[in-house]
């Protein structure tokens, strides 16, 4: 049975790390595409739609996705085939009413929002199309947290890989027919594309969850969960959900202040928005690129995390903790360190700017605290630990708001770097101090966190001072000969100090 598991985990690890990398790859190429034709100022009016498209799909998905993994896993553990199926279908009702309710509201609120709050009429008619895809959105979410608790990924991966072709090919059909019109027409088309993938999407996941309750014939435990299923799922959902929804509102109004700030100071002007599109939608999603890996192994460890609890294993809890910061701590060093030294080569090869470039080269020290607060608040949610990270949230959001309204008119997009620099770091060391507490794990502070540091940072910078005397390298060669040669010779040295032994990460996948 040990063995089993640990073969299925590694399948799982392996088909979703896979499907993220097409995933995340797709998306930079087509955002690369859009850029070039709606350039750095639509893409920012693109991520301030996009920002009420999360605030309402947070709304829409209400937090269900992760209740619905922890319950159908406890169901699942137990044996009961009626209990699983009935929290999946009352999930799906939930979810359709809530996002019936969102739909209505931002369909019919869409001309006040763009005019009262993101301050631009453009953003009325993708407002209008996005409304639509919310129903769809909820109810993918509980198909694929149903999938993620029977431990099986492959419907998610391949739906979403779909998802990611149909909305490519329809946003550049919708481009063909609309090209030379509006920049509020491309912004449409885009989120028409979106609301198209949705649904086809979520028609497919429902015929794979059709085909899966096969499975469950073989269930003989219990006939009903020993309590409201209803009751139960909006326990679990509640929390997650008010911290998503309050976090996004919040992310939400951060976004249509920065721009709005960044044009009072004297320095930014017309550039406020285009700046402000080329952090948001195109410097973080390249930070956040390497990170692949380690969302796959968070995603699948909420199920394993839930069952620990629910079976009383505080070892399983601490050691997995234990590994699963370690290696996430040991990858942000280094790509933190490859984009420190070829940011500015990476900005060019992808987006042929060098502003980008430079906001890579600025924002590279913070990756190391971006991947493990992400992680960390994934593991903890796993643990029941969803009221802290909600009250994480919001104080960070809060914060931030305030900073932006205060720092920005005076110091520009340096300030907004610098607000980012401390949100990162106090969200980083607040998760990580409470998830080392809950799990009782812990980390040496010289060995592996200070001594792998300086490894990655040394180790890319002799790198790049060696490649740096071949100046006929093409960007696109310089940086895979670069990421290549230093992220391998970093991993060589960590196991030859056995700062990383290969049954450590082994164990990951065993448990």
Do not use: H
């Amino acid at each position: 049975m040990f063995a089993l598991k640990k073969t299925v985990f590694i399948k799982n690890a392996v088909i979703l790390t896979i499907s993220s990398l097409v995933l995340r790859f797709a998306g930079i190429i087509f955002k690369v595409y859009v850029t070039r034709l709606i350039g750095s100022e639509g893409v920012g009016l693109y991520q301030l739609i996009f920002s009420f498209y999360m605030l309402a799909s947070t709304f829409a998905t209400a937090g269900i996705s992760t209740a619905v993994t922890r319950l159908v896993t406890e169901e699942l553990a137990l044996g009961s085939k009626k209990g699983t199926v009935q929290i999946f279908r009352r999930s799906v009702e939930l979810t359709l009413i809530v996002a019936t309710v969102s739909l209505s509201l931002v369909f019919f609120g869409a001309k006040f929002i763009s005019l009262k709050i993101i301050g631009d009429i453009r953003a009325l008619p993708a407002l209008k199309i996005l409304a639509f895809s919310l129903p769809f959105m909820g109810v993918s979410s509980c198909i694929r947290g149903y999938f993620i608790a029977l431990r099986r990924v492959t419907p998610n991966a391949l739906t979403q890989i779909f998802e990611q072709a149909v909305r490519i090919t329809a946003v550049l059909l919708l481009f063909k027919k609309f090209i030379g019109k509006s920049l509020a027409t491309a912004c449409g088309a885009v989120l028409l594309g979106d609301t198209i993938a949705e649904a086809l999407s979520c028609f497919v996941l429902y015929l794979c969850y059709l085909s899966s309750k096969k499975r469950l014939n073989n269930l003989n435990g219990r006939k009903n969960p020993p309590f409201g299923v209803t009751k139960e799922l909006v326990r679990i959902a509640l929390p997650i959900t008010s911290g998503r929804y309050l976090n996004t509102a919040l992310r939400t109004a951060e976004n249509v202040l920065v721009p709005k700030n960044l044009s009072r100071y004297p320095y930014s002007g017309a550039n406020a928005l285009s700046q402000f599109g080329m952090i948001k939608g195109m410097a973080l999603p390249i930070l956040f690129f390497p990170s692949t890996l380690l969302n796959a192994v968070s995603t699948l460890l909420i199920p394993e995390m839930s069952e620990a609890v629910a079976k009383n294993r505080p070892a399983t809890v601490r050691s997995l903790t234990r590994q699963v910061l370690r290696l996430t701590a040991f990858i942000s060093f280094v790509f933190g360190a490859i984009f420190l030294f070829a940011g500015e080569k990476i900005g060019l090869l992808i987006y042929n700017s060098k502003d980008v470039g430079t906001l890579l080269v600025a924002l590279s020290p913070i990756v190391p605290f971006m991947y493990l607060d992400s992680v960390s608040d994934g593991i903890l949610k796993g643990l029941d630990q969803q009221t802290f990270t909600f009250r994480t949230a919001i104080s960070d959001s809060v914060i931030r708001i305030i900073l932006i309204l205060i720092a920005l008119p005076l110091t520009g997009l340096k300030g907004f770097i610098a607000i980012m620099y401390f949100s990162n770091f106090l969200t980083c060391f607040l998760n990580v101090k409470r998830l080392l507490s809950v799990s009782r794990a812990s980390l040496k502070i010289f060995g592996e966190i200070l001594l792998p540091l300086m490894l990655a940072v040394a180790i890319c910078f002799s790198v790049f001072k060696g490649l740096s005397f071949f100046p006929i390298l093409s960007n696109l060669w310089f940086v895979v000969i670069f990421s290549s040669l230093s992220a391998g010779i970093y991993i060589t040295l960590l196991f030859m100090l056995k700062i990383v032994k290969k049954t450590e990460i082994l164990q990951i996948f065993k448990r």
